[in-house]
């Protein structure tokens, strides 16, 4: 139960950075539907088990030089590769976007685990 509220909590992230990022460039981050927002965090979140922990590893030199921040990058390549996977219904125009949508994506589950999520681990704790 807890995975698929946290699916659908990503597709609403994704939703929103798509609808941010359309103010700023109208054809820079596009999803189709809610079916493709849905879609698009089950394969983010296969991606997040199978292909980041790889990344991660091949890139650790980088990664510790940059104190972390080179995680942004690999969070940009999971987002192409979602991209990548499901052609025209989920668009992400160049790299650049998915690092400022991975950025934006980052932001939101922090902001999501701070206001949400940790007041309900407190409250149970209670």
């Not at 089950?42 to 091949?58: M, Q």
Request: some cysteine; proline content about 3%.
């Amino acid at each position: 139960m807890r995975w698929i509220v946290s699916l659908l909590v990503n597709s609403v992230v994704l939703i929103a950075v798509s609808g941010l990022l359309k103010g700023v460039a109208p054809d820079a981050f596009y999803i189709a539907n809610i079916q493709t927002a849905i879609i698009a965090s089950i394969i983010l979140a296969i991606l997040n088990v199978f292909v980041k922990p790889l990344l991660i590893l091949i890139t650790l030199p980088i990664t510790l030089v940059t104190f972390g921040f080179f995680l942004i990058v690999i969070n940009a390549i999971t987002l192409k590769m979602t991209d990548s996977l499901l052609g025209d219904a989920f668009n992400i125009s160049g790299f650049g976007v998915a690092i400022v949508a991975a950025i934006c994506i980052s932001i939101f589950n922090m902001i999501i685990e701070k206001v949400i999520v940790e007041p309900l681990h407190e409250k149970k704790r209670k």
